[in-house]
């Protein structure tokens, strides 16, 4: 079913609430608040939609609407298991991808469904696009709300298109001139082992793959493991042709830490020894007031909604930064990504 363009016009157009966007009426669209488009809410207009079958009539309209908006928000369907969600992976993500170079611990429980970052409930975990440091990441990535947490636990948003206009242009330039760089330190128990991020026991696997993935490397023991890569500060859409912040520079840069762990952290090792850190592309580091700026730029265009069970959120990922807020009770939302892409287009 072919969604036409004066209604798509519409979708962007207007913020009145249950304009059906099908022609046999069985979804309607709805925003969250009149101050945000994103995510484009969808909700059953009638008892008893199959979502499975409606996204598989309507997948024109769901691509079109996902580059436009940059996120969909499934809610009111009748969702409430993991074998639910995975069979509407398949539809919304044609090809998968392995979590590959992860940095958090997350459990797989199927061969296209991970859990969510396994991190401490009373801890947030900042806004970043995922897999943004890799040579080849995902355009697509869908949450699934099994089970949401009693307080707290939002999966707050970012559109990055917008992020990109708040940078300071001198410092954005400056980083579009030198790009920026990720070091990982592997050992000590204090990150993910290089076996698990990368999915090898073999160092020859690795090396294999640092070398393919423009990733360099020095090896102090068979567990200590140091890696640096170089990329690009910022990005095109491939399909808008829209510039877009994505990197993973205020996430792991050492200032992001909260004081005392940062403190800690540094009385043990040197910044070129800690877990993760970031510099410019050229290897010089990066002023902490820079970084502040950074995160002021997605804190402007954070926007957060209480989970509820059930809920399948979809984001295009380069154009929508994606955290998690602190939580209570129990909490449950599982993964799934893929639609591999390396054309940065710049």
Known sequence: M???AKSLKNLSSTRRNSITLSSDQLCKKEYLSQ???LPLVIRPAVDGVDLVEWLGKNIGFIEDAVTEFGGLLFRGFDLKSQDDFEKTVPILIPNLMQYME????????SRQVYTSTEY???QSIALHNELSYVTSWPMRICFFCLEAAETGG?????DVRK???RIDPEIREQFINKGWMLVRNFGDHLSLPWQTSFRTESKAEVENYFKKAEIDFEWFSDDQLRTKQVRPSVAKHPKTGEMVWFNHIAFWHVS????????????I????????NTYYGDGSPIEDHVVEHIRNAYKEELIAFLWEKGDLLVLDNMLVAHGRSPFSGQRKILVSMGEPCSNRGI
């Open 120 to 122: 401490p409930a009373d």
């Open 2 to 4: 072919k969604t036409s």
């Open 163 to 165: 992020v990109f206009n």
């Open 269 to 276: 090792f040197k910044e070129e020894e800690l877990p993760y």
């Open 35 to 37: 101050e945000h488009l």
């Open 154 to 158: 939002e999966t707050p948003i970012a």
């Open 102 to 109: 992860g940095a958090t611990p997350r459990i797989k429980l």
């Open 256 to 267: 992001s830490l909260m004081p005392e762990v940062r403190q800690s952290m540094l009385k």
